[in-house]
Structures are given as structure tokens and as C-alpha cells.
């Protein structure tokens, strides 16, 4: 009879992972099994980005760095804010993580407590509320529909707010949606924060996978009053499609990230020594191979959007950004993890039911596969949704 702490035994188990290993499983056993579930890019690293960490490890980079990162990518990652965002951050502000989830979980970690709150807009990447939980704080969701795109709107922002309000999860592009605030949108959740004295951690990591000539803001850009409320959190893994190198950035007021960094020198340490060196090029050297995701994506995107609203009983905005769609499957009646459970036992599909990200009503499907996956998985899909009408 093992005591597990009570901040432990809150916490729910990934719906993600479950799916995925059963998926996983259903492959190795010899099924045909289309993929919808993961939520990471089916392109490989760049080559010139692995280069760099290959000639790192070979000049040997192989031993323990400055606990949050080495000078040179703090200052690449704080040229990129200046460059892409108007943003001026010191390295000093600017912490490297083993990814962009534990950047959310530093910054929760170092902000939150118990007494605190934490406001969410649902559909909610799920690593939030659970974060939130095992700082001992509060999450507060707000539920959002596809009829505002997923979008929390400015008055349900400021009736979530109370006193014990600390911190405000903003994240645009979405995960799971696909959603993409505007930038008036934006400024005016971002004015409530200031106003009410409330942080924002705005997690940016889908900054570049954005379509239609759609514009990416930082919520920190806006004013001084903004950048002193915000904390940005961002990664490597998507759009330079680096996933397993476990790399992710904060930039947060300096008493903020100074508690981070403290934080980290006494948990993890460093982040990988010649991971950091490809990072350093990542967003030193070329971006081409963007533009080449970019047109793929948005291709098997708007495939994919056609075809689930071309099937009777689904009906699916479409997104601006990141590599996912959230169709409404309500009206085919079953709730989102029956439906999850019975598309993949009968058709062979794996996706993720809507209420592992707070919202029964939706699946995510991730169009980070092959069209000829999309294509094959989607015709499932419409099969199984014949035999629920
Ligand atoms: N934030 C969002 C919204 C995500 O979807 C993800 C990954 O799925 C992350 C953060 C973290 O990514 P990583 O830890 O791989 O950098």
C-alpha cells in the first residue's frame, strides 16, 4: 500500500497516450491502422540542424551547461523575439527547457499555489490543467464553442477573473483547434490582464505554422503594461519539427525567470549540451523548409476540412493554424470517447476524444500525416459515421 501525494494522485492519465499505445499496439499486431492522434510533425529535422549537433557532439559538447541554456542560443533565441516579434528580451530573461511543456510547467511551478487560480479557455491542451493541479492551484475552465471558433471572448475572460485569479493560459495557434486569434482579439484579453493585474502565459509554439496569410501576435507586443504581464513560452519541436530533442524557451520578466532559473538548476539541469547547438541553428540558419511544410499542411488541411464537412452528422470550422482539425461529432450521438474507442476498434482510425481536452463534443484529428493517410483514414471515418446515423 504505496502513499502517492496528494498533488500526484490529482492528476488524470493521458487520454492522448492511451489511444496511441493501443493504436501503437493494433500496428504491431498487424493492423492497418491510420494515425490521427500525434500531434508532431511527420517531417524529418532539418539536415543542416542536425549537422550542427552532430559536429557539436564530435568536437566533443558533450558536459553539463548553464543550467538554463548556453549564452549563445539565449541570445539566438532573444534575436528571434526582436525579429519576429518586436520584442526585446535580455539573454538573462530567456530560459532554455527540455521542451516547451516543461517551460509551462516551470512558469506554472514558479507563479502558482495553492489559493491560486488559474483561468483556461476550453478546448485546452491538456498538460494545463493537470500542471495547475500539481502546483497545488486551481484550474478555472471556461468553455468555448466552435460557434466563436474556440475563441474565449473578452466578457467570459473577465467574469472567470476573482482575486484569487494569478495566471491566464493563452494559446494561439491552438492546440487542439487550430484556432488563431486576431490580433484586436488578442489585445483585448490582454488589456483585461493588465487591468486586473493577472499574468499571462501566452504559449507560442505553433507561432509559425499559420495559414492563409494569417498573422501571428504576441500578446506581450502590445505595450509595456503587456510585455511586464506576460510570460512567452515557445519550442523547437514543431516548427523545426524536432520533437525528440526536448527543447523549449521562456521569456518572462526578470524576477520571474531568475525564480525559473532556480527552479531548473535544482531539477533538471541543462538541457541537452549539443541539442542546444542544433537549436542555436535552427533559428540561426536558413527557414526554407517552412515553406515547404507550409504548402504541405495547408493542402491536407483544407482536404481535410472538405471532406468532414461533407459527411452527414459532422460539421468542422476550419483552422488558421497548427496541424489540427476539431469537427463536432454531437450529432451522431455518441459521446467523444465512445466514438474514439468504437473508430478504432471498427475502422482501424485513431484519434483523440474532445474530453481529453476538456470538451465532449469534438475528436482532434491531426493532419500531420501522408494525404494518402488522410485520404484512407477520412473514407473510414465517413463509413463509421454512416453506421451511427
Ligand atoms: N504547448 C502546446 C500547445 C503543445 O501542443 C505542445 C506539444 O504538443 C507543447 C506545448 C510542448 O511541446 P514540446 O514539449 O514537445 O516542446
Redesign the pocket.
Known sequence: NYKISHRAASLSSSLTLAIDSKAKQMKADGLDVVGFGV??PDFDTPRHIKDAAIKALNEGFTKYTAASGIPELRQAIADKFKRDNGLTYKPSQIIVS???????YNVIIATCEEGDEVVIPAPY?L?YPEMVKLAGAKPVIVQTSDKTEFKVTPEQLRAAITPRTRLFIL?SP???TGSLYSRDEIKALGDICVEKGVLIMS?E??EKLVYDGAEHVSVASFSKAHYDHTIV?H????AYS??GW???YLAAPEPIAKAIDAIQSHSTSNPTSFAQKGAVEALNGPQDHLKTWLEEYAKRRMFAYQKLNSIPGISCVNAKG?FYLFPNISKLGLNSTDFCAKLLEQEKVAAVPGIAFGTDEYIRISYATSMANLEKGLERIERFAKTLK
Do not use: Q
Not at 235 to 238: E, H, L, Q, R, T
Open positions: 500531434g508532431e527540455c521542451g516547451g511543456k516543461h517551460s509551462c491542451w498538460s494559446n491552438s492546440n487542439p504559449d509554439i505553433y513560452v519550442g523547437f519541436a514543431k524536432m520533437t526536448r527543447l523549449g497548427a
